[in-house]
């Protein structure tokens, strides 16, 4: 009888204890992309590859974790999954860039909406590099090795989407990567439903970048100049991968003029904060040709003393202004840049193919002679007015210095073809304080 006692007491316990563990344990349909997921925030952070904090060497589940997270520039949601130890958007960026476009990039696959709802959009690679949400970045080429070896044999069809779009066959998706053949835009839109093409954002020379290429059951890469995928000007799916780049240093946001509430983009390059785009404050200064919609464009142009916001006889006199920072007519907080400031600016940006290239918009206002915009800067060719005459629009770019050189002339940065260099000396004609030119702040 004691016996049979004990094992009853001892059954009862075990059965509590079990129903006390299965209650402790989340139950959820798997395929519910917010069940049991998290949102992915600033906290995750990523060492190579994305991985987070948590990850150790010890980690084997390469399904690992999945959730979501809002692109804070047009409040997008994306999915995103961990493989291995990288945190990579488990579909397709659909990011459109209102200030460059469709006119180049941001096209959506035979310009419908609806493909870019699906696909995601079709980008260049200049824009490809500086386009992922904050807190993620292009992916290297060995960033791109490490999924594939996360992943293991077959990679092409692990990481293909079960979906019926993939006209050779679908894959089987077992890390919810979930590929999709979004296709591409060379010459012309091809390859919807046969391939799906991503930027890398390792360089092979001038013309030619890394780019992801996925086909029936094979995932390869195409880098060399004579590939013709790896072309840059070709148009290709984005994925970003969490983390920032080891070389990024770049930052995107926006300033209200609180004078006259006139909004402005603004990029940090390097160390300096700048505005990505010219002042347009109407108090002084004006349009080209004066027209409106040039002021809309490319901002006003202002005599150095407009600029300076001093008295307009300082365009004949010697100012001697105290040395550093000089507000003149920009925004609280933001200054006239100095002569220094523009070279530190210009030294940064140097890398690249030169600052002429890598500050220059890349809008069709510069006709051939368009740049990479690597940085966002979007110099434009906004032109002057100079004795009298409007010049120069659609040929020349001309900023502003802080930095006087006597009493006609101050400093000037001015941005053509192929060059973007300065003018200080008396003797230049650029130069002259009473030339009406571009201005571009940068934060105190």
């Excluded at 998706?173 to 296709?183: N, Q, R, S, T, V």
Aim: proline share 3%.
């Amino acid at each position: 009888m004691r016996i049979n006692l004990y094992k009853i007491v001892l059954s009862a316990s075990i059965m509590f204890a079990l129903a006390f563990a299965l209650s402790c344990y989340p139950i959820g349909d798997d395929d519910d992309p917010n069940n049991g997921e998290n949102n992915l925030d600033d906290s995750s952070s990523s060492g190579k590859g994305g991985g987070s904090k948590s990850s150790s060497s010890s980690e084997t589940n390469l399904v690992g974790e999945k959730g979501t997270f809002k692109d804070s520039r047009d409040d997008k949601t994306y999915k995103w999954v961990k493989i291995g130890t990288q945190i990579w958007m488990a579909e397709n960026l659909n990011y459109f860039e209102p200030w460059v476009g469709p006119t180049r990039g941001n096209k959506c696959y035979d310009s419908k909406d609806a493909n870019c709802e699906k696909y995601g959009r079709l980008y260049e690679w200049d824009d490809a590099i500086r386009l992922c949400p904050d807190g993620w970045h292009l992916p290297t080429s060995a960033e791109w090795d490490a999924l594939i070896s996360a992943v293991g044999d077959d990679a092409g069809k692990k990481l293909k989407s079960t979906s019926s779009d993939w006209r050779d066959g679908a894959g089987t998706d077992e890390y919810g990567f979930g590929a999709l053949p979004g296709g591409t835009l060379t010459n012309e839109f091809s390859d919807l439903y046969i391939k799906g093409f991503w930027w890398n954002s390792t360089e092979d020379g001038e013309r030619s970048a890394c780019t992801r290429v996925m086909e029936r059951d094979r995932f390869r890469e195409y880098c060399a100049s004579y590939d013709d995928e790896a072309r840059k000007t070709n148009q290709y799916s984005i994925r970003c991968i969490k983390g920032n780049s080891s070389s990024s240093s770049v930052t995107y946001g926006e300033i209200t003029d609180k004078r006259d509430n006139q909004k402005y983009r603004t990029v940090k390059i390097g160390t300096q904060n700048w505005m990505a785009q010219n002042l347009n404050y109407a108090e002084k200064g004006i349009c080209y040709n004066s027209k409106d919609a040039n002021c809309e464009k490319y901002g006003r142009l202002y005599t150095w003393a407009s600029a300076m916001n001093v008295s307009e006889e300082y365009n004949t006199k010697i100012l001697n202004a105290p040395p550093g920072q000089y507000q003149g007519i920009c925004p609280d907080g933001w200054h006239l840049p100095t002569k220094s400031e523009w070279n530190t600016l210009t030294n940064y940006s140097n890398a690249g193919g030169g600052a002429f290239k890598t500050l220059k918009a890349r809008s069709s206002d510069w006709g051939d002679y368009y740049g990479t915009d690597i940085y966002g800067f979007k110099g434009l060719p906004s032109g002057i007015l100079f004795a009298g005459e409007f010049s120069d629009l659609y040929v020349k770019g001309f900023w502003w210095n802080s930095t006087e050189d006597g009493d006609r002339s101050a400093c000037t940065r001015v941005m053509e073809r192929d060059r973007f260099r300065e003018y200080c000396a008396s003797y230049d004609d650029e130069a002259r304080k009473t030339n009406q030119y571009s201005i571009r702040c940068v934060e105190d």
